[in-house]
T-cell receptor
Framework: RKEVEQDPGPFNVPEGATVAFNCTYS??????FFWYRQDCRKEPKLLMS???SGNEDGRFTAQLNRASQYISLLIRDSKLSDSATYLC??????????????FGKGTLLTVNP | NAGVTQTPKFRVLKTGQSMTLLCAQD?????MYWYRQDPGMGLRLIHY???????AKGEVPDGYNVSRLKKQNFLLGLESAAPSQTSVYFC????????????FGDGTRLSIL
């Protein structure tokens, strides 16, 4: 099983739609989780952290399921500007008090007018 | 408020030439990273550093060297460029601890002819 695995998509949705992405991770001891977005030919940017109890930031909701080892991202009322690649990121202990982020390959979302 | 700055933004090299990519961060972060991103491959970690004067190999270190002589700078060197090193290179920095995300520079597009 890959360390971090995502459905590459593409997901094509109309404006206003609700869309959800899942991401699975292999290390049951993974400590923390993030969603990044990456626009075409740009750098990855932090979208939101994922907390154990789930968290929401405006139209975006992130959930963590430790038992099944997956995290999810839900986008409500999709906007054209949400079109991007969404990267799932898992933080694991790499020795001592150090941590290492592992990035998924990303899920491509296109929101159509 | 520069964050992470990469230079140069673009470069074209001939096979066998050498060059150095510079990454500078002004956030006093302990950790710095170099990634390459190729179509369909996602972000792959080349080398990273957990502090001034320290470096470590990542997932794809061959053909690259790095140095971290100052805390704010992380240099990536290509000693003898090969066409397989044509890629987009991203530098990132972080605190390297739990729940701490990485902050990325805007990338260097490198073509090796």
């Amino acid at each position: 099983r890959k360390e971090v695995e995502q459905d590459p998509g593409p997901f094509n949705v109309p404006e206003g739609a609700t869309v959800a992405f899942n991401c699975t991770y292999s290390n049951s001891a993974s400590q923390s989780f993030f969603w990044y977005r990456q626009d075409c030919r740009k750098e990855p940017k932090l979208l939101m952290s994922v907390y154990s109890s789930g968290n929401e930031d405006g139209r975006f909701t992130a959930q963590l399921n430790r038992a099944s080892q997956y995290i999810s991202l839900l986008i409500r009322d999709s906007k054209l500007s949400d079109s991007a690649t969404y990267l799932c990121v898992v933080n694991n202990r790499s020795g001592g008090s150090n941590y290492k982020l592992t990035f998924g390959k990303g899920t491509l979302l296109t929101v159509n007018p | 408020n520069a964050g992470v700055t990469q230079t140069p933004k673009f470069r074209v090299l001939k096979t066998g030439q050498s060059m150095t990519l510079l990454c500078a961060q002004d956030m006093n972060h302990e950790y710095m990273y170099w990634y390459r991103q190729d179509p369909g491959m996602g972000l792959r970690l080349i080398h990273y550093s957990v502090g001034e004067g320290t470096t470590a190999k990542g997932e794809v270190p061959d053909g690259y060297n790095v140095s971290r002589l100052k805390k704010q700078n992380f240099l990536l060197g290509l000693e003898s460029a090969a066409p397989s090193q044509t890629s987009v290179y991203f530098c990132a920095s972080s605190w390297g601890r739990l729940n701490q995300p990485q902050h990325f520079g805007d990338g260097t597009r490198l073509s090796i002819l």
